[in-house]
């Protein structure tokens, strides 16, 4: 291990001792003994349940391949809109799975099939809905940044909220990432996770942000996922977060006011039964009063995708 890693391996591991060692240790014991060469078709791929997104397909594929995903595996929850028509080109080129999902609040349902039919096709699966963008912050490519953290059954990074930027009205005519810029200061608590399919019989879905693996037969029965100063992100409003540097899920959570009335709302949850009130965009958009332009680095290389 290199002097400089080393050094932020004491201190991530020094901060949280001795519960982080307690975890730390068995941890990589068992990533050692699962681990495996990778031999796969894909290394990185997202997972994601979507409902009338047509619109918004393009941009956020596009981008992600930019930014290191291999292969999407894409579930369709009783959409009504031109998704097939968006998504003909990449299914036949051999770039999405799609598959339709008519479950009812079945995103946790989505997930866990995507590890048991997938997980011989790519060495990580990164769980994501259609309005969060990974952005890697300290390389180009989010696989450079997991390979690290191999030997984990799942790496763990946080959200930052993005609010409308005071639009109202919806302009179809500009890029997501490109129309909402203004966000919250600092990095929500709240995390998405990459899960390591060496640990496959192993992971556990939690809540749509977390994925864990269960031990039946360690003295440590729950191993959290890692994140990236080696610390672990034992429950969902993980406030550990100040010296995240590597990554960040930039959460398009509201858009404009009027992509809100018009789509979010009537969409409703897609984890559980319940509804979105007005009062949720208002509660975004004052938690954001700063600008971040940090995935405008992959704007130029977008458009001309999106160009083609």
């Given amino acids: 291990m290199k002097k400089r890693n080393l050094r932020k391996f004491i201190r991530g591991t020094y901060r949280n001792f001795p519960l982080n060692l307690w975890l730390l240790i068995p941890t990589i014991l068992i990533g050692l003994f699962l681990r495996k060469k990778h031999n796969k078709p894909y290394y990185l791929s997202v997972c994601a349940m979507f409902k ?36 003909e080109g990449y299914v036949n ?62 790496f763990a ?31 929500n608590p709240f995390v998405k996770t990459f899960a390591n399919m060496d640990w496959a019989k192993y992971l556990v879905i939690y809540e749509a942000h977390i994925v864990y693996a269960k031990i039946p ?22 406030t550990n977060y100040k010296r995240n540097k590597k990554m960040q899920i930039n959460h398009y959570s509201i858009k404009s006011y009027s992509e809100f009335v018009t789509k979010k709302i009537p969409d409703g949850l897609s984890d559980r039964e319940g509804s979105r009130k007005i009062d949720d965009f208002y509660r975004v958009d004052m938690m954001c009063d700063s600008e971040d332009h940090t995935i405008f680095r992959f704007l130029s290389r977008l458009k001309n995708a999106m160009a083609r």
């Avoid at 999902?101 to 994501?128: E, F, M, R």
């Fill in 157 to 187: 990074t946080h959200w930052k909220m993005f609010g409308s930027s005071g639009h109202i009205e919806d302009n179809k005519n500009a890029l997501v990432m490109e129309r909402f810029t203004v966000s919250e200061t600092r990095l």
């Fill in 217 to 238: 037969f360690f003295f440590v029965k729950k191993l959290y996922p890692v994140m990236e100063n080696l610390d672990f992100c034992l429950h969902l409003n993980n």
């Fill in 52 to 87: 009338n997104e047509g619109r918004y397909l393009k941009e956020w594929i596009e981008y992600h391949k930019i930014a290191g995903v291999d292969h999407f595996y894409l579930y369709n929850n009783f959409s009504s809109d031109n998704y097939k028509e968006i998504l």
């Fill in 93 to 154: 080129r051999g770039e999405v799975t799609l598959i339709d999902w008519p479950v009812k609040s079945g995103q946790y349902q989505a997930y866990q099939h995507c590890i048991d039919n997938y997980k011989d096709s790519t060495k990580w699966i990164l769980y994501l809905d259609l309005d969060e963008f990974a952005v890697p912050k300290s390389s180009d490519n989010l696989q450079d940044i997991i390979r690290k953290y191999e030997l984990f059954p799942s």
